[in-house]
């Protein structure tokens, strides 16, 4: 079976890259009949939070993702320790003792030679004199010279030689690790097969492929994708602000817009708003992944989010609608709101006194629109019945005709179709307003 993880760090909210590679290892699993694991990278203590990882859970669970399991890094430290031992005993890592200064130093005296700035470990002798001066041992994973290679499921073969990369510090002094060998250990333990995520990763991929090996782990399929970026291209984590999934659903964003959106977009894919995850999940196909960046555009997800709720019934959105909004409102609006919280509005004007907007112009013209309006009932028929007989009445056509009554009736230049709203307007209102009084 197939096995695939979600590995945030519990250190912030989720912004839309994050929630894109979630939601892209979700649907990969669902494809693919797999389990998707939820994994807290929770192993910087500083600076990862309770409330964060509660917040990734509700965002998740939001967008509509759920997880097999859920693991946590830092109660899996026995694992990391006895795979330690392991690459130890193998002379697999090794201990090292330069300062940060003077690994720096190290790299830029490479770099003025022309040389790669690639770590290479101290004399026999200047290893002595570092632990003489009883400096606290740091660990390295020793890589095995020669080539690491691996075919990428967005990227194709992908070729690394070790001789250009630097043994990686997987271990502090103080006995915590850094993020790269315990991802592999709870790879290998959680029987993960499929690694999508961020090609700022690809290095990393290689270094963890000679860590599966030494483990004696099987190596999992790797996919990078691009990351994405601003609609100006720029990193997501300096726009947090907007791009938070908590902020964009605070914003009336439905989560099929935004999944529909993250789902298809960086892919040849038509990007619009689908009915459900099962649609997203049966186009899932690795092959359709472009290298190219993906642009976030704020304005496209609005455009997709209207296309959700055109689509939305109302017993599926009823229990969030703002109090008063009935079936009847919701069928005549949905069409053209933005949000769900805009009902509200539309519940308005049907329901409260407003003051009609109404040009001088006008007003002889909508005062005898209003001797034209028909007795009751009203229902979808009157819009056409009644604007035809002003029409053939006035002799007034296209905007000059439908503006004045529209901003007279909601006193606003936009909205729903009044073919729909009128009749919940009702015959008195619409007299009123068409008159130019308040009701
Ligand atoms: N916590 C890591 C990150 O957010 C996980 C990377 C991975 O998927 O292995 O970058």
């Known amino acids: 079976m197939t096995a695939f993880r979600f590995a945030p760090s519990p250190t912030g909210h989720l912004h839309v890259g994050n929630a894109r590679m979630a939601l892209i290892n979700w649907l990969a699993a669902k494809h693919m009949g797999g389990r998707f694991i939820l994994r807290l990278d929770d192993t910087d203590t500083e600076r990862s939070r309770d409330e964060y990882a509660d917040a990734i859970r509700a965002d998740l669970a939001w967008l509509g993702i759920d997880w097999a399991a859920e693991e946590k890094q830092s109660g899996r430290l026995a694992s990391y320790e006895a795979a330690f031992e392991k690459l130890k005993a193998q002379g697999r890592v090794y201990p090292c003792f330069e300062t940060p200064e003077e690994l720096d130093y190290m790299r830029k005296r490479l770099r003025a030679r022309g040389l790669p700035p690639i770590y290479t470990p101290p004399t026999d002798e200047k290893l002595r004199s570092y632990v003489d001066e009883g400096r606290e041992a740091h660990w390295r994973f020793k890589l095995a010279a020669g080539e690491i290679a691996f075919d990428d499921l967005v990227r194709g073969p992908v070729r690394f030689q070790a001789e250009n990369l630097s043994d990686p510090v997987v271990r502090r002094h103080d006995g915590t690790w850094l993020y790269m060998l315990p991802s592999a250990v709870d790879d290998a333990d959680m029987g993960i097969t499929h690694v999508i995520r961020g090609e700022d990763h690809v290095a990393n991929t290689a270094l963890q492929i000679q860590m599966f090996e030494a483990l004696g782990a099987p190596v999992p399929a790797f996919a990078h994708l691009p990351l994405m970026t601003d609609i100006e291209g720029g990193g997501l984590s300096k726009r947090m602000g907007s791009l938070a999934l908590k902020d964009l ?83 005549a609006v ?53 604007t035809g007989a002003v029409k053939a009445a006035t002799g007034r056509k296209g905007k000059e005709l439908f503006m004045p009554l529209r901003r007279a009736l909601t006193g606003l230049d936009h909205g729903p179709e009044l073919k729909a709203y009128l009749p919940l307007i009702g015959p008195e209102r619409a007299n009123k307003r068409l008159r130019g009084e308040r009701g």
């Open 249 to 331: 659903r605070a914003d009336g964003i439905e989560p099929m817009a935004l999944a529909s959106y993250l789902a298809h977009l960086g892919t040849s894919d038509d990007i619009k708003a689908e009915a459900g995850m099962d649609a997203l999940v049966a186009a899932f196909d690795f092959d359709h992944f472009s290298r190219a960046t993906p642009k976030f555009d704020p304005a496209q997800l609005k455009r997709l989010n209207a296309q959700v709720l055109h689509a939305t019934d109302f017993t599926a959105v009823a229990d969030r609608l703002p109090d008063g909004v009935t079936a009847e409102l919701w069928n």
């Open 334 to 386: 949905r069409a053209n709101l933005e949000r769900v919280a805009d009902t509200a509005l539309w519940r308005d004007i049907r329901e409260t006194d407003i003051d009609p907007v109404i040009d001088a112009e006008d007003a002889g013209f909508l005062a005898e629109a209003a001797g034209l309006l028909p007795g009751g009932p009203w229902d979808e028929t009157t819009w056409g019945a009644w």
